[in-house]
């Protein structure tokens, strides 16, 4: 396949009061994807965003690709939900269904692509038999439910038992890394394969440049990683 890095900012992140300032300055940094968490108080013991969220983002920037990833149990049952509110991208937990093909296959006939999620303490060749079938496979590079915590260093070696899965495979599927990824991280990551990055407080947010000088350091990263070339299978 061909490499492809996109950056995903993930709104969690973003101070409510000040959403909106937050995504007009990623659009003008000129960010194509926004990564928005949906938590259900069940899955994970958090709560977060409303549906609408997408639906208002979608009518603000119709431009834009909504990657949604969902840490809810039965996560079936918010397909079709999701694609009325215009979602793009829709991934959801192995471990919350036991269904996972039922669930990818009810996700693209509700026109979206689909994805699973890989928790840290899950193995990576889990998803071997329906390889074939996903568009997406997110690395949690942290547990799940809660921003703000530390990247998990074992991600690095799972990433790469990702990528030469999926050359053996011969899939197509991106990669995704979600969680705590910082710039100590960023460049190995995509040296091993990473296509989707959700960025956070530790690359996009909070950062004393502010949104668009961040964003800036981050495709700078991205196009140093590349050119010093790939680690294993990453393609």
């Keep these: 396949m061909k490499p492809i890095v996109i950056n995903s900012p993930s709104l969690a992140n973003c101070n409510l009061l000040?959403?909106?300032?937050?995504v007009a300055d990623l659009v003008k940094a000129g960010t194509t994807w926004m990564h928005i968490d949906l938590m259900d108080g069940h899955y994970v013991p958090n709560l977060y965003f409303p549906l609408r969220v997408i639906s208002d983002l979608k009518q603000a920037y119709p431009q834009l690709v909504i990657d949604?990833?969902?840490m809810v149990t039965n996560p079936i049952d918010y397909v079709p939900r999701l694609a009325d509110a215009g979602a793009d991208w829709v991934s959801f937990h192995t471990d919350a269904t036991s269904f996972v093909i039922r669930t990818l296959e009810t996700i693209t006939r509700h026109n979206m692509r689909g994805g699973v999620v890989i928790n840290p303490s899950q193995r990576i060749d889990s998803i071997k038999p329906y390889a074939d079938l996903v568009d997406m496979v997110t690395l949690m590079a942290v547990e799940p439910g809660f921003a703000g915590q530390r990247f998990m260093p074992r991600t690095l070696?799972?990433?790469?038992e990702l990528a030469t899965l999926r050359k053996s495979t011969q899939s197509e599927f991106l990669i995704n890394v979600d969680g705590a990824i910082s710039y100590e991280y960023l460049a190995p990551s995509i040296r091993r394969g990473a296509n989707v990055i959700v960025t956070g407080i530790y690359t996009i947010f909070q950062q004393p440049q502010?949104?668009?000088e961040a964003c800036k350091t981050f495709d700078a990263t991205v196009k140093a990683a590349i050119t010093e070339g790939w680690v294993g299978d990453a393609y």
């Design 18 to 22: 000040t959403m909106h300032q937050d």
């Design 68 to 70: 949604v990833h969902m």
């Design 157 to 160: 070696a799972r990433l790469e």
């Design 210 to 212: 502010g949104i668009l």
